[in-house]
Structure formats: C-alpha cells, structure tokens
C-alpha cells in the first residue's frame, strides 16, 4: 500500500502544474464511477489543509479511492466461501489549457492496486458477480493526452487506455454490481479488446458535429495475455497486433458533445437517452471451434440503449430509468457468442435525505452448440439476475448491498444464489 500511495503521489508531482482553467471531464467508469459530481463530495482525510481546493482551482484534480466487493455463495455446489475484492485508485485529471496558451487540451493518469478472492472463478460462472475482479496486480492503468476543439465537438485522444472502458461499456454501470451490467459486456475479450486495469496502446477520435449524434472510433493494440507481457504498465507496446472498434451514438434530450461513457447523478436529470451501436474487429488469426482450422479475422456488433421513462420533476433525477443490451460474435470461433442485458433503476426511492438508487438487473450468456463436441457436453444459457440497492449513506461513503441468483451456472444446469454488498470510500 505504501508504494502504490508513493507512486501516486509522485504523478501528482508531475502534474500539479500552476494551470488556472477548470478540471477536465471526469474519467472514472464501472465500479470506480462517482455518483456524486466534484462539488458534492466529501473525503476521509479531508481537503489536505487545503491543497487539494487549490489545486482543483487551477485545474488539476486529484483523487483517491477504495471500493471493495465483499459476496458470498448463499448456494451452489462448491462450498460456501465469503470473497473480497479489495481496489486502491489513484487518479489525476488535469486541464493543461493554461499552461500552453492554447485551451482544450487535457491530461488524465490513473494506476492501482487490486486483489483478493475471485468468486466468479471459483464457482465456474460466466458472469463474474463482481464487475470489477480480475487478478492481483498493482500498476499504471491508463494515461492519456487530449485535445478538444469547437466546444468538444471534436476530440482527439492518444496514450494507453482501455477499449472496454468505452465501447461497449454499460452507461449505467455504477448502479450494477454483475459484470456485464457493472462494467462491460463480457465476451469483448473474445476479440481481445483491452479491459481495465490491463490498457495498451491506444488512440481515439470523436466526433458529433450534429447536437444529438456522435461518431468515434479507437485504434488499440490487441493483447490475449495482458497481465504476463506488460505487469506494470510501464512498458506499453504493440505486443501482437492493432485492432479497431468504433461506435455510433444518439442521445435525444442532450448534447451529444456532453455525452460520456457512463452516467452520475447530475447526468440523469431530465428526460435524456442514449442509443448506439458498435462494433469491434480485430484482423488476427483466429482458430475455430475444433481447433483444426482457423480463419483470418475476428468480430463483434453490439447495441446498447438506456432511457430515462419517468420523472416526478422532469428537470430532476428522482424517477425511473431502463437499460438494454445486446451484442453477437461468430459462433464458429467464440464460445460465448452472445450476451444479453436488461435492468431497471429506481432513482430516489427511499424517503431519506441521502442519494439511493434501487436496480434490478438481468443478464443471459449464450454459449455456442459447435463448441459442443469439443468439450463433450451441450450448452444452456446462463441466466443471472440482480437486485441491489445503492446508498450513499455519506458524501464519502456508500454502501450498495446485493443479492443475485444465477441459473445454469457456468452452462450446466447448478445454481447459484450470491449476497453480499459493495463498499466504496472517498479518501
């Protein structure tokens, strides 16, 4: 813990110029996302006698946090086993307009520490019940410059970051703890499109000249064992070869321009949604399910929709949002060829005085029948369902307890039952 707090503060050395503009953007997404926006936080160990107001003054914002998932397996045929999922980030946004004489340029770097018991390995699911757990790693995430012009209508962006972290990921993730629903849809890998915490390579261009649509597409490197070619993130590189995913977007009732991967508090005001449709490929050679042939090239479409339905006041949050999506792989070379995804989320449903959300959530993996054979069993569709709700008890602390239930586990046909609950602590 000690080192990754050095490292972090180190970048915040580097970066903690005296710039004057506002912060950039917020980049958190999953289970790092803030619910609340800058203003409305609060921290563990406070504003650093004040620093860390100053700094946010002349445009660097600097932040950490924990978030953990504490599950059980209530039921299923391994043997009960509590696991947690513990995540340390240290984030720098910084606005660098000032600094160059030339507004709309930004830079962004994050690195963490993370580790603990992976439930969703341990009982053989598909859909992992913690969208954030993967492996013990402590390292640089992403890092990031960015440039944006004519009102950020149109930006560029090149460094190391992760294709998951924004095509094809859930714009309401935060209110979802599942994998596919709190982060991004699970089989993208397939294609090895990067994930967060392992980024590589990558560089980005956005556009939405039009109020309500955007285009964007991001060129990556494609890596199928991450963690083994670059552990630190120190060393970004090419390792196999590049591949592409773009993305178009309509988001009636908002500016398109204003438009991020995923939503907060602020965002859900109002009457707005969000369409698109995706698609990544990736030109590799790729073997099919017998493993005696291969084919040249890989890919996966995806759709996504979220949409504000109801609203007590329609300038406010409090109401109710859905969420919808879909996407599909070739079966002949992917297992998990399609994903399914479906949620509904309560804003504001409690009478008390602090933020809450209530969600529930569905998700289906379908699994190829050509894989059959060679794994000597047909498949059934894993089927997963979720309720939880989100309490931020204080402007520091919130408290998200779930409950989920999985049927043809892994696709078999077991079940599992999860509890547990997600912590997560401004420091």
Request: aromatic residues 12%; positive net charge.
């Amino acid at each position: 813990m000690a080192r990754f707090l050095h490292f972090v503060w180190l970048a915040l050395c580097v970066v903690a110029l005296p710039v004057t503009s506002q912060t950039a953007t917020e980049t958190l997404g999953g289970a790092d996302r803030h619910e609340l926006a800058l203003p409305d936080r609060r921290y563990l160990f406070g504003d650093w006698g004040g620093a860390r107001s100053r700094l946010e003054e002349r445009g660097v914002n600097f932040d950490i946090r924990y978030v953990s998932d504490t599950l059980w397996n209530l039921k299923s045929v391994q043997p009960d086993r509590v696991a947690m999922w513990n995540r340390v980030r240290g984030t720098v946004d910084v606005d660098l307009g000032r600094l160059f004489q030339a507004g709309g340029w930004y830079f962004h770097a994050t690195a963490l520490w993370q580790g603990g018991g992976n439930l969703g390995a341990y009982l053989g699911l598909i859909a992992s019940p913690s969208g954030m757990s993967s492996a013990n790693t402590f390292r640089l995430d992403s890092w990031w410059l960015e440039k944006r012009w004519r009102e950020e209508r149109i930006v560029i962006r090149a460094g190391q970051f992760a294709g998951q972290d924004f095509y094809g990921s859930q714009h309401d993730a935060s209110s979802f703890i599942v994998e596919p629903m709190g982060y991004a849809l699970n089989n993208l890998f397939n294609t090895r499109e990067s994930y967060d915490p392992p980024s590589t390579p990558a560089a980005e261009v956005r556009v939405s000249t039009l109020r309500y649509l955007y285009l964007k597409s991001m060129v990556l490197g494609a890596e199928r064992d991450p963690y083994s070619h670059d552990p630190t993130g120190l060393r970004p590189q090419f390792r196999e070869n590049a591949m592409s995913v773009s993305e178009i977007g309509l988001s009636p009732g908002k500016k398109a321009s204003s438009v991020r991967s995923f939503d907060n508090v602020e965002s859900r005001k109002g009457y707005s949604g969000l369409y698109r449709f995706g698609a990544a490929y990736n030109p590799a050679t790729f073997t099919n399910s017998t493993g005696r042939r291969s084919r040249s090239g890989n890919y996966l479409l995806y759709g996504m929709a979220t949409q504000a339905l109801w609203r007590v006041d329609r300038r406010e949050a409090k109401g109710l949002d859905a969420t919808a999506a879909a996407d599909w792989i070739p079966a002949d070379v992917n297992l998990n060829n399609r994903v399914l995804t479906a949620g509904l989320r309560f804003n504001e449903p409690l009478p008390v005085r602090f933020h809450n959300t209530i969600s529930f959530g569905y998700v289906s993996n379908s699994l190829s029948s050509q894989f059959a054979t060679a794994y000597g069993r047909p498949w059934k569709s894993e089927n997963g369902f979720e309720v939880n709700a989100l309490l931020q008890v204080t402007r520091m602390l919130l408290f998200q307890p779930v409950i989920q239930m999985f049927e043809n586990a892994g696709g078999g046909s077991g079940r599992v039952v999860v509890v547990g609950f997600r912590t997560k602590i401004e420091l």
